[in-house]
């Protein structure tokens, strides 16, 4: 699935292939491929990126499902 992003963000992102986190920039308008975008506990988004990528707590309000 793709997702467009409608704001300019930083993404906290958890990468459990290396057992790494660091940050994406992410800038309005971006399309970026996704493997799923889950609810989590605390009312916000996680979204699954390829290659075990996970970007944990992101507001619905900044992006759309393609």
């Given amino acids: ?3 467009k992003f409608t704001e300019n963000i930083k993404l906290a992102v958890n990468d459990y ?4 986190e660091y940050t994406k920039q992410i ?3 971006d ?3 996704v493997l799923a975008v889950e609810d989590n506990t ?11 990528e996970v970007a ?3 507001d619905q309000s900044a992006f759309v499902i393609l």
């Fill in 1 to 3: 699935m793709k997702i």
């Fill in 56 to 58: 944990e707590g992101v």
């Fill in 31 to 33: 399309v970026k491929e």
């Fill in 17 to 20: 292939n290396w057992g790494e």
């Fill in 42 to 52: 605390h009312g916000y988004k996680d979204i699954y990126f390829a290659h075990k």
């Fill in 27 to 29: 800038k309005s308008g």
